[in-house]
Protein backbone atom coordinates (compact mmCIF):
# COMPACT_ATOMS: atom_id res chain seq x y z
CA UNK A 1 0.00 0.00 0.00
CA UNK A 2 2.64 2.60 0.89
CA UNK A 3 4.23 2.01 -2.66
CA UNK A 4 1.18 2.77 -4.00
CA UNK A 5 0.99 5.85 -2.25
CA UNK A 6 4.48 6.39 -3.31
CA UNK A 7 4.04 5.90 -6.96
CA UNK A 8 1.31 8.03 -6.73
CA UNK A 9 3.23 10.53 -5.58
CA UNK A 10 5.51 10.36 -7.90
CA UNK A 11 3.25 10.51 -10.99
CA UNK A 12 1.60 13.31 -9.57
CA UNK A 13 4.90 15.63 -9.30
CA UNK A 14 5.93 14.28 -12.69
CA UNK A 15 2.83 15.35 -14.26
CA UNK A 16 3.04 18.95 -12.08
CA UNK A 17 6.91 19.50 -13.37
CA UNK A 18 5.65 18.61 -17.05
CA UNK A 19 2.87 21.15 -16.32
CA UNK A 20 5.36 23.69 -14.98
CA UNK A 21 7.67 23.50 -18.11
CA UNK A 22 4.61 24.32 -20.60
CA UNK A 23 3.80 27.65 -18.57
CA UNK A 24 7.44 29.26 -18.97
CA UNK A 25 6.04 31.33 -21.29
CA UNK A 26 4.35 34.48 -20.11
CA UNK A 27 1.81 36.32 -22.02
CA UNK A 28 1.69 40.15 -21.59
CA UNK A 29 -1.71 40.36 -21.06
CA UNK A 30 -2.39 41.40 -17.81
CA UNK A 31 -5.82 39.08 -16.99
CA UNK A 32 -3.62 36.15 -18.14
CA UNK A 33 -0.82 37.21 -15.96
CA UNK A 34 -3.06 37.58 -13.04
CA UNK A 35 -4.78 34.46 -13.47
CA UNK A 36 -1.53 32.12 -13.95
CA UNK A 37 0.22 33.85 -11.34
CA UNK A 38 -3.27 32.65 -8.99
CA UNK A 39 -2.95 29.42 -10.53
CA UNK A 40 0.48 29.08 -9.60
CA UNK A 41 -0.20 30.46 -6.04
CA UNK A 42 -2.90 27.37 -5.85
CA UNK A 43 -0.57 25.32 -7.11
CA UNK A 44 2.23 26.03 -4.14
CA UNK A 45 -0.30 24.93 -1.36
CA UNK A 46 -1.14 22.09 -3.37
CA UNK A 47 2.44 21.41 -3.18
CA UNK A 48 3.13 21.72 0.46
CA UNK A 49 -0.02 19.28 1.16
CA UNK A 50 2.06 16.65 -1.13
CA UNK A 51 5.29 17.14 0.87
CA UNK A 52 3.37 16.94 3.80
CA UNK A 53 2.32 13.23 2.51
CA UNK A 54 5.70 12.41 1.55
CA UNK A 55 6.90 13.56 5.06
CA UNK A 56 4.65 10.87 6.47
CA UNK A 57 5.54 8.22 4.05
CA UNK A 58 9.15 8.85 4.91
CA UNK A 59 8.25 8.39 8.71
CA UNK A 60 6.70 5.01 7.69
CA UNK A 61 9.12 3.82 5.92
CA UNK A 62 11.56 4.66 8.92
CA UNK A 63 9.19 2.44 11.09
CA UNK A 64 8.92 -0.27 8.71
CA UNK A 65 12.72 -0.44 7.95
CA UNK A 66 13.12 -1.13 12.17
CA UNK A 67 10.86 -4.29 11.58
CA UNK A 68 12.28 -5.78 8.32
CA UNK A 69 15.49 -6.11 6.30
CA UNK A 70 16.81 -3.25 4.77
CA UNK A 71 16.99 -4.93 1.10
CA UNK A 72 13.62 -5.52 1.39
CA UNK A 73 12.84 -1.68 2.09
CA UNK A 74 15.80 -0.71 0.21
CA UNK A 75 14.39 0.14 -3.06
CA UNK A 76 11.14 1.97 -1.02
CA UNK A 77 13.92 4.07 0.63
CA UNK A 78 15.44 4.93 -2.94
CA UNK A 79 11.63 5.38 -4.80
CA UNK A 80 11.02 7.58 -1.20
CA UNK A 81 13.99 9.45 -1.64
CA UNK A 82 13.61 10.22 -5.76
CA UNK A 83 10.18 11.52 -4.80
CA UNK A 84 11.84 13.94 -2.20
CA UNK A 85 14.10 14.88 -4.89
CA UNK A 86 11.14 15.55 -7.40
CA UNK A 87 9.12 17.23 -4.88
CA UNK A 88 11.74 20.07 -4.38
CA UNK A 89 12.63 20.71 -7.85
CA UNK A 90 9.08 20.98 -8.75
CA UNK A 91 8.60 23.61 -5.85
CA UNK A 92 11.89 25.11 -6.71
CA UNK A 93 10.25 25.74 -10.50
CA UNK A 94 7.03 26.96 -8.90
CA UNK A 95 8.77 29.37 -6.94
CA UNK A 96 10.68 30.99 -9.65
CA UNK A 97 7.62 30.69 -12.15
CA UNK A 98 5.56 32.90 -9.29
CA UNK A 99 8.65 35.19 -8.69
CA UNK A 100 8.69 35.62 -12.87
CA UNK A 101 4.70 36.05 -12.66
CA UNK A 102 4.69 38.99 -10.01
CA UNK A 103 7.83 40.53 -11.94
CA UNK A 104 6.31 40.49 -15.39
CA UNK A 105 2.98 41.82 -13.15
CA UNK A 106 5.07 44.82 -12.00
CA UNK A 107 6.85 45.56 -15.27
CA UNK A 108 3.82 45.94 -17.00
CA UNK A 109 1.97 47.96 -14.66
CA UNK A 110 5.26 49.93 -15.10
CA UNK A 111 4.50 50.29 -18.52
CA UNK A 112 1.20 50.78 -18.63
CA UNK A 113 1.65 53.39 -16.37
CA UNK A 114 4.56 55.58 -18.76
CA UNK A 115 1.97 54.91 -21.64
CA UNK A 116 -0.43 56.64 -19.79
CA UNK A 117 1.71 59.63 -19.13
CA UNK A 118 3.12 59.58 -22.41
CA UNK A 119 0.20 59.28 -24.29
CA UNK A 120 -1.10 62.95 -24.38
CA UNK A 121 1.68 64.29 -25.51
CA UNK A 122 2.12 61.70 -28.48
CA UNK A 123 -0.94 62.53 -29.29
CA UNK A 124 -0.36 66.18 -28.98
CA UNK A 125 2.92 65.69 -31.24
CA UNK A 126 1.57 63.85 -33.80
CA UNK A 127 -1.69 66.33 -34.22
CA UNK A 128 1.25 69.01 -34.66
CA UNK A 129 3.25 66.60 -37.31
CA UNK A 130 -0.01 66.31 -39.37
CA UNK A 131 -0.49 70.37 -39.31
CA UNK A 132 3.18 70.95 -40.62
CA UNK A 133 4.16 71.10 -44.67
CA UNK A 134 7.17 71.33 -46.47
CA UNK A 135 5.28 74.20 -47.90
CA UNK A 136 4.58 76.05 -44.32
CA UNK A 137 8.85 75.68 -43.23
CA UNK A 138 10.67 78.06 -44.74
CA UNK A 139 14.60 78.67 -45.81
CA UNK A 140 15.03 81.38 -43.82
CA UNK A 141 13.21 80.34 -40.68
CA UNK A 142 14.69 77.44 -40.41
CA UNK A 143 18.12 79.42 -41.02
CA UNK A 144 17.87 81.72 -38.27
CA UNK A 145 16.49 78.89 -35.84
CA UNK A 146 19.75 77.21 -36.69
CA UNK A 147 21.97 80.02 -35.70
CA UNK A 148 20.12 80.66 -32.64
CA UNK A 149 20.84 77.27 -31.71
CA UNK A 150 24.38 77.98 -33.07
CA UNK A 151 24.80 80.85 -31.18
CA UNK A 152 23.34 79.68 -27.66
CA UNK A 153 25.77 76.72 -27.97
CA UNK A 154 28.52 78.55 -28.34
CA UNK A 155 27.66 81.03 -25.31
CA UNK A 156 27.18 78.13 -23.45
CA UNK A 157 30.49 76.92 -24.38
CA UNK A 158 32.02 80.21 -23.39
CA UNK A 159 30.37 80.24 -20.00
CA UNK A 160 31.13 76.60 -19.00
CA UNK A 161 34.87 76.35 -19.59
CA UNK A 162 36.26 80.58 -18.61
CA UNK A 163 39.55 79.00 -18.27
CA UNK A 164 39.78 77.55 -21.69
CA UNK A 165 38.38 81.00 -23.65
CA UNK A 166 41.51 80.82 -25.46
CA UNK A 167 41.01 77.85 -26.24
CA UNK A 168 37.52 77.73 -28.07
CA UNK A 169 36.51 81.68 -28.92
CA UNK A 170 32.92 82.26 -30.04
CA UNK A 171 32.89 83.04 -33.60
CA UNK A 172 29.74 84.27 -35.08
CA UNK A 173 27.75 81.89 -37.32
CA UNK A 174 28.68 82.39 -41.11
CA UNK A 175 25.00 82.52 -42.75
CA UNK A 176 25.28 81.04 -45.77
CA UNK A 177 23.54 82.77 -48.81
CA UNK A 178 21.35 80.63 -51.32
CA UNK A 179 22.94 79.78 -54.60
CA UNK A 180 21.16 81.42 -57.45
CA UNK A 181 20.79 77.83 -58.68
CA UNK A 182 18.91 77.25 -55.25
CA UNK A 183 21.69 75.17 -53.44
CA UNK A 184 23.47 76.46 -50.25
CA UNK A 185 26.91 77.13 -50.64
CA UNK A 186 29.49 74.25 -49.24
CA UNK A 187 32.01 74.92 -46.67
CA UNK A 188 35.31 76.73 -48.20
CA UNK A 189 33.68 77.45 -51.40
Same mark, same amino acid.
Given at each position: ?28 ? =?? %???? &? ?9 ? #????? @? ?66 ? =?? %???? &? ?9 ? #????? @? ?47
Amino acid at each position: MLEQAVLKEMAWFKSTALNLEKLKTISLD =PN %LIAE &QLYEQKILAVE #ILQHR @FNIEKMVKISEILLTYSDEGETGELQNTIEALQEQCNTTAATNSHMVLHLEHAQSLLLQFSEGIAEVS =PW %LQET &QALIGQLSLST #ISYEA @FREQQDLFTGSAGVHRRTQAPGRQAVLRWQAPVRAQPRPGGGVPQAGH
